[in-house]
């Protein structure tokens, strides 16, 4: 009988930048790019090269990082629901 093991790895992801037109993603403080799926989970999208071009793909549409930049907004949190 084989025994399974789970590994949970927990980290803290704080959203620091919104991207205008894209509410499901956002940059976090690492300065990564993080995307919340259909089940409300964070996944960290990568960085990708299109011939020499860096960007991130969004809804399927490459964005370099220089078209990137002005759509980026410093994150502001809503009300406190209490």
């Known amino acids: ?3 399974r093991v789970a590994l949970i790895q927990t980290e803290l992801i704080i959203r620091w930048w919104d991207i205008e037109g894209y509410p499901n993603y956002f940059f976090g403080k690492d300065k990564q790019l993080y995307r919340f799926d259909s089940q409300g989970r964070i996944k960290r999208n990568k960085r990708v090269v ?3 071009t860096q ?3 969004l809804k399927e ?3 370099s990082l ?3 930049r002005p ?3 410093r994150h502001e949190p809503g009300p406190l629901p209490w």
């Open 50 to 52: 299109i011939g020499t």
């Open 66 to 68: 220089t078209q990137l």
């Open 71 to 73: 759509l980026l907004r």
């Open 1 to 3: 009988m084989t025994k």
């Open 55 to 57: 960007g991130y793909i």
């Open 61 to 63: 549409k490459f964005f």
